[in-house]
């Protein structure tokens, strides 16, 4: 590990290594207060390190892994490559680039499903700096032969555990194999279980482990309450919800269909709404998401492709609906709100078969949660007292005892994994 010695007190970009060019655009974009994982990843990073960086979300890594990969590119002559798990994530990387590489004369070519392949290879064929692709397309054109990565020096894993969660293992071995092999390697994300970890490592060089936080838990300015409540009831509940938090909402269906009937049922009760899932193509996913960042519509429903591809500031309430398959998406769902510094709040419904599963949450986000009863199930539940919970290893559960309802992705084999490339 490097001996980067880096000041707590640290309170702007000066002194990370970055050079006075970018720390000049950096000030012309009002960037100016670095975030703990910038303030930790940027030293490491510029000095041609690589790295594995684990911070909450909302939390600034696109710039953490960005200013020093577009540094490299405009010193050395690099070409860099950014691989994330959705195309909403790969629209938000290159608008958050985009800023500083225009003022350094970079171009940059997003490569995701649901767009022109003859489109694509057109923007391949101007060499462009950086690339930013979902791993299902990229590899469509590693095997088209339109696109040739032995020339990317710099390589991005973003939100690496949602990829291998999506199915993608294959296609990252296979991407990472074509890329140069003499490279710096950088994995970022908000979880960092051992398997990405160990892949990873393989095609790293001694990576530097930055941890801002402890793998998957939750910013502390989010405010976080679940309530019990029948199935039947959710929508009745919704609306009470909706009507007395005022602002923005991002809702979670677990289920496209789901999301789509929610959308029609929030409609009805007199918002605004919008709907985002995979059975959508990109341009209306898009416009959805625009409709929802220029505050057109109130209301997003979404399902977990878009947990970790929205971007939108100001989101007061984030509603997990239906409790995630994979219990570490509820870290990035909720990490919509409170993003940037900001307070938000996340209601979470959870049936009263679910205990376990709220159990579960409250082991990964080491953080005891708020738990309230709706009216349907304090009518028809035995008594349950939520302070007489006890932790794991203390000699008991809560509620009645009953296995799980879900079970995390990765326990199924393989060829049970959703196709990579209907994301």
């Known amino acids: 590990m490097p001996n980067t010695i880096i000041n707590k007190e640290q309170r702007s970009f000066a002194g990370l290594g970055i050079s006075p060019k970018i720390l000049e655009i950096l000030g012309k974009l009002k960037f100016t207060v670095p975030t703990p994982i910038q303030l930790k990843a940027i030293p490491v990073a510029t000095q041609g390190h690589d790295l594995m960086g684990i911070a909450q979300t909302g939390t600034g890594k696109t710039l953490a892994f960005g200013i020093p990969m577009l540094q490299k590119i405009v010193e050395k002559g690099c070409r860099g490559l950014v691989v994330v798990p959705t195309r909403e994530l790969a629209i938000q990387v290159e608008e958050a680039l985009r800023p500083i590489g225009r003022f350094l004369g970079l171009r940059a070519a997003v490569i995701i499903g649901g767009a022109s392949m003859y489109t694509q290879k057109q923007e391949i ?43 993608f293992e294959p296609q990252i071995k296979q991407i990472l194999h074509f890329v140069a092999k003499e490279k710096q390697t950088m994995l970022f994300s908000a979880t960092m279980p051992e398997n990405i970890v160990k892949i ?84 209306q996913r898009r416009r ?23 971007d939108v500031k100001n989101i007061s309430l984030v509603v997990n609906y239906d409790l995630p398959d994979d ?97």
């Open 288 to 310: 959805a998401l625009e409709s929802f960042k220029t505050g057109r519509c109130r209301v997003l429903i979404a399902t977990d492709i878009a947990a970790r591809g929205i």
């Open 200 to 283: 990873a490592t393989s095609y790293m060089r001694t990576p530097v482990r930055i941890e801002v936080a402890v793998s998957g838990t939750t910013v502390e300015q989010i405010e976080q309450e679940v309530y019990l409540v029948h199935q039947e009831s959710k929508r009745d509940l919704l609306r009470t919800i909706l009507a007395e938090h005022a602002g923005p909402v991002l809702v979670f269906s677990r289920t496209k269909h789901g999301a789509s009937k929610l959308a029609v049922a929030v409609t009805a009760m007199g918002h605004t709404a919008a709907e985002i899932h995979s059975d959508l193509n990109l341009s």
């Open 327 to 423: 219990i570490e998406n509820y870290t990035h769902r909720i990490g919509r709100t409170g993003r940037a510094g900001k307070v938000g709040k996340a209601i979470s419904f959870a049936t009263p078969d679910q205990r376990r599963d709220i159990y579960s949450i409250e082991e990964m986000i080491k953080k005891r949660l708020t738990i309230k009863e709706h009216a349907s199930v304090a009518r028809s539940s035995t008594s349950h007292t939520h302070s007489s919970r006890p932790f794991r290893g203390a000699g008991g559960g809560y509620g009645t005892p009953r296995a799980p309802q879900r079970r995390n992705l990765r326990d199924f084999p393989a060829r049970f994994s959703r196709p990579a490339n209907k994301r």
């Open 125 to 167: 064929s101007k060499k462009p700096h950086v690339i930013i692709a979902t791993p299902g397309r990229l590899y469509d054109h590693l095997q088209h032969r339109s696109v040739k990565l032995d020339q990317f020096n710099i390589v991005v894993l973003d939100e690496g555990d949602r990829m291998l969660d999506m199915g």
